[in-house]
């Protein structure tokens, strides 16, 4: 990597993300990170985009709906973890972030520490929003990244907590802020009046509740016929997201006896356009609820299925938030406790635009560093010789972080050898999704017989 210098190079910074919602959160992390309060930065900043190979891939239509994160289209480019580590090896980048699941986080640092680069970049991840499940498990896979990032003060505090607990380096624990918070406070528009519900791909899981969610939504709008009621959906049926989506409301919507009322209509789009017509959003634990509440929105979240770890929505006691179908039905609006919104990283209160302060400086102190101490995660063979080579091995590296025979292949394939393998490709991830959405609920509805 050559010197770092104010006034020779730009900072470059790479973002890997395999979703949708990841790659919102690492390229609008990365343009936070890069930048003061006002949103410009005194040195110039070229982000490049990669998507790491996998099931969850956006398509070209989820990038163009999660809106303008401030990376050009050609910017991006699909990579598998082997790619990747070449291209950190090559391009001397300054900064990566990322934006990734756990297990594949643990990979890449494994795989950057292997590198062994005289000047490596600082690493930065995180996660995309409420973190209500497999909390130690996802928090001990990102250790060792130079800043883990917290969405609040709440978060931060439990991520130090889990760290310290375990003996590992809490240090780079950094409380930030949510970094796709923004928009117009909500103000009532006479004439308007829309609910939206905020659908997640797998919460909750089963038939049953779903088509019940379904089924309360479209009666709510047949009780209110002059409200506007949205069904805001993640994915369109074929496409996979941070979740896998077994059971889309599109297709549950179909089945539903007495079809749809004319006031109901299922959206897609980015979540702050949709937000900016919502005069009460629902939903079961959506990270839209935050979005929601930083805006101002009237917000509710449901307990007809229960406050439970599995559903997320335990997240939310003491929020003031949660109610049922039955009290919206009537008119009710969740008024949220002031107390629970200072701890979330919501900053509704105008403090939003130095939730990054912190951050920032933490990454320039890093950058300014002579040089950064090697990459040390808490798993090592070592430490997790029954857990940590698995991992390693889903992204094609040895335990040692090195990539395993054969992993390695030319960085470009043209001609009728790359169309046949991006056939192929494109094929498996077909049939993938269409075991997840078609065949496997039939098994599974077969071995309850």
């Known amino acids: 990597m050559p010197p770092r210098t104010e006034k020779t190079t730009a900072l470059r910074v790479a973002v890997l993300a395999d979703s949708d919602t990841r790659w919102k959160w690492g390229a609008l992390t990365a343009r936070r990170l890069t930048a003061d309060a006002s949103g410009t ?3 110039r900043v070229e982000i490049s985009g990669l998507l790491l190979r996998g099931r969850a891939t956006p398509t070209p239509r989820q990038l163009a709906e999660v809106g303008d994160v401030g990376i050009d289209a050609d910017r991006v480019r699909e990579v598998t973890a082997v790619e990747f580590l070449h291209t950190v090896r090559d391009e001397g980048y300054d900064v990566v972030v990322l934006a990734l699941v756990g297990g594949a986080v643990q990979a890449m640092l494994h795989g950057l520490a ?6 490596r970049p600082v690493v930065v991840t995180g996660y995309v929003g409420v973190v209500y499940e497999k909390l130690a498990d996802g928090l001990l896979l990102r250790h060792g990244a130079d ?60 038939r049953a509740d779903r088509t019940y969610l379904l089924r309360r939504l479209v009666e709510h709008a047949r009780l209110h016929p002059d409200r506007e009621v949205l ?36 959206v897609y789009g980015h979540m702050g356009e949709v937000l900016d017509r919502t005069d009460l959003l629902v939903t079961v634990s959506s990270t839209a609820a935050l979005e929601s509440l930083h805006r101002r929105i009237p917000t509710a979240i449901l307990t007809d299925l229960g406050v439970r770890e599995a559903l997320g929505n335990h997240h939310f006691i003491g929020s003031g938030l949660l109610t049922s179908w039955d009290h919206l039905d009537g008119g009710h609006r969740p008024e949220p ?22 951050a920032r400086a933490r990454v320039e102190a890093l950058l300014a560093a002579a040089r950064l101490p090697d990459l040390a995660p808490y798993y090592t063979p070592a430490t997790a010789p029954g857990y940590l080579p698995g991992i390693l091995a889903r992204h094609h590296l040895a335990p040692d972080g090195h990539p395993l025979p054969g992993a390695e292949r030319p960085r470009e394939v043209s001609g009728v050898r790359g169309a046949v393998r991006d056939a192929v490709r494109e094929a498996a991830r077909g049939a993938y999704r269409q075991g997840v959405q078609r065949v496997a609920p039939v098994i599974r509805r077969m071995g309850e017989l």
């Open 41 to 43: 930065s005194a040195q």
């Open 114 to 119: 292997a590198l062994r680069l005289p000047a």
């Open 147 to 206: 800043v883990v990032l917290a969405n609040s003060r709440h978060d931060a505090e439990r991520f130090c907590a889990v760290y310290e607990g375990v003996g590992a380096d809490a240090s780079a624990v950094t409380e930030a802020a949510l970094p796709f918070l923004g928009g117009e406070p909500h103000r009532p528009q006479e004439g308007r009046d829309t609910v939206v519900f905020a659908a997640q791909p797998s919460v909750p899981a089963s």
């Open 231 to 266: 069904l805001k959906l993640r994915s369109k049926p074929g496409e996979h997201t941070t979740h896998i989506e077994e059971l889309p409301y599109q297709r549950l919507a179909e089945k539903l006896p007495g079809g749809l009322p004319p006031n109901f209509r299922l």
């Open 337 to 358: 406790d002031g107390v629970w919104l200072a701890g979330q990283g919501v900053a509704a209160d105008g403090t939003y635009a130095t939730a990054y302060d912190n």
